[in-house]
């Protein structure tokens, strides 16, 4: 919209009024090209980041798009889910402790993939930082916990969930919170041409306008909940800095309520059809009949809440604009339907191979163990119980983590930015020499919460 001398007013930080941050190691990290065992330098009072294992793609390499000009991203899919699996398997060695720098290292691969007018993002965080913030979010959240699981035991039974009724209310109001934090400090650490980006305003704020927003919706049973992305969005978007230049959102709630009750009325209408149809063949002793039901409107409200996704994306893009910059979305509902059923593919595949495995292996051992001669002892027993929860935990649930991530999140990230084009002149973009403090710790809270993928 437009230019300010002064940039964004952080009211959730002292130092508002703090430099342009140079490129130092400390901060842009344009020393650093990875968070692993090539950062063999270390910050002043920060202690050296854990090495990483030098394995996987670069996450700092970018190809330059053949078209200068526009928004394109140019990472692929075999890249992200090498990297993914590489973080995955040091996650799970080290007890969980990697997915800072796991997180980071995507970061940078997806970053320096997203190119505009000719140049690519660039992620200067780094995983200590998460992981500083984590800690410090974990030693202020275990006594709250502890405290309330006391004061549940104390209260009489008739009161004994009030402590978690006000826990869930809590964990509500600082998902939100926890999420615009996050997203600061992933705009101080996103440079472009070395242009900064920052947001602005408070998290209590927007956390109280998303919070309440999200009770109307569910009072609503989901009708205004078009309310709530129109109020989260304009603030965050209306804060939204990139150098000196301010973003601005002209959404209005009338026209995606509009799209949206047509959505939502087919919704309900299916799930009542759906629900009655269940009820007269349960009753009926038709069993098969709530599935034949129930399948096809479940994959006809995925659908709808697809198209709906889509529409609402290009409105965004429509509505938002950077000073006397404008964007507009290309993306179609096809795209990610296709996206969906890929991913459902290759889940079935898997499936299918994993079931194969357990007919082999588990039902040459049930065979086995079926036997009248055959005694199970005490140590048999629990491994019986071990094992198969160890293999789901440390294979399974891995595997179709990263599937969703690299082939429905990844391929959705793509499908977005490829799909933007802007109108303007992105030249007239420059650094804001009075920039607001970057946060010096991380997403402590979003990670407490565990919110977002990357």
Known sequence: MTTHPNGPKDSDSQD?????????ADDTGSAETSDGPNDDHTTNNEAAEPTEPNHGPDETETVKTDDPSGIGYLGDWNAVLKLSCWNTLWTILTLGIFRFWAKTRMRRYIWSNIIIDGDALEYTGRGLELFLGFLIVALVAAPVLFGLGFASTMLPPEFAMVPDMMLYLAAAFLFYYASYRATRYRYSRTYWRGI????????FRYALIGFGSSILTGFSLGLLAPYAFIATTRYQTDNTWIGDSQAQFDGKFGAVFKKWLKNWALIVLIAAIAIGVSVYGSSNGITW?????????????????VNYRVWLFRYQAGVTSLADITFESRLSTSQYIVILLKFLGISLVLMVILGLLFWTFGGAYFHMTSSPAY???????MLMVFVPTLIALLIIAPMFSITAFVFVIHAMLSADINSLDYSGEITDLHANPSQQAAPRTGEGLADALDIGSF
């Open 16 to 24: 508002i009024n703090g430099t342009q941050p140079t490129k130092s």
């Open 196 to 203: 900064r980006g920052q947001l602005g305003g408070s998290a």
């Open 289 to 305: 009949l709530p599935f034949a039901m129930g399948i096809p409107a479940y994959l006809f409200a995925i659908g709808l809440f």
């Open 375 to 381: 005694t199970m002892g005490e140590t048999e027993k």
